[in-house]
């Protein structure tokens, strides 16, 4: 294991925990994401509390989650674990059957939710994504969630609130959408990063999100009525 006394990552490394039931599962991630060279799995978690434990004792910079485990779900884990002012970016980890857990999970702060079937190199670039301070959303799982979260009420309050944003913050939201860091919007428009995370702080109040994929379904939902 590539990491010191108190579970700072080693050359750079973004520092994971992965959370399944499922033993042979977490292994083979753990073999496919450090094969990348760039992720270093700090630990592995069978349930909520484990997860926890884990998370305190490595402060790991990810966690990929699965919600449905034995004794402390995932759900009640990622609720105490968002709440924490140091936590980590958290993603979900699910199947393409989503449960009606999707939109708590998003209250509490997940930045992102992923198909455990997904690409090798699309986990290993959202790991990434994630611990650079962006947000992950499997396409497919877009597709799924829209229809249920589309509501004529609340897509016409989205259109509004999208129009309500100068150019320059829609152009944040639009790259924010696609799960761009701080860092990497701020190169592609030519912004400090300092900016443009106020940007993003901006963004996310007119919008009425408390997190970086809220946005990014907002964005998607006015999209959808406004053309």
Known sequence: MLTGPEGSAVGGRVRLVLADDEALLRRGLRVL?????RIEVVAEAGDGAELLTAVGRHAPDVVLVDVQM??????????????RPDAPAAAVLTTFDLDEYVATALEFGVQGF??????????????LDLAAGGAVLDPRITARLLPRLRVASGQRRDVERVRSLTTRE?????????????????????????T???????????????????AALIAQRAVGVDG
């Open 70 to 83: 034995p004794g402390m779900d995932g759900l009640t884990a990622l609720r105490v674990l968002c709440a």
């Open 33 to 37: 994401l450090e094969a990348s060279g």
């Open 114 to 127: 992923l198909l455990k079937d997904a690409e090798p190199d699309v986990l290993i670039r959202s790991v």
């Open 170 to 194: 829609r152009q944040v939201l639009e790259l924010l959408a696609d799960g761009s860091s701080n860092a990497a919007i701020g190169d592609q428009l030519g912004l400090t990063e300092a």
């Open 196 to 214: 443009v995370k106020s940007y993003v702080s901006t963004v996310l109040s007119k919008l009425g999100a408390q997190n970086r994929v809220q």
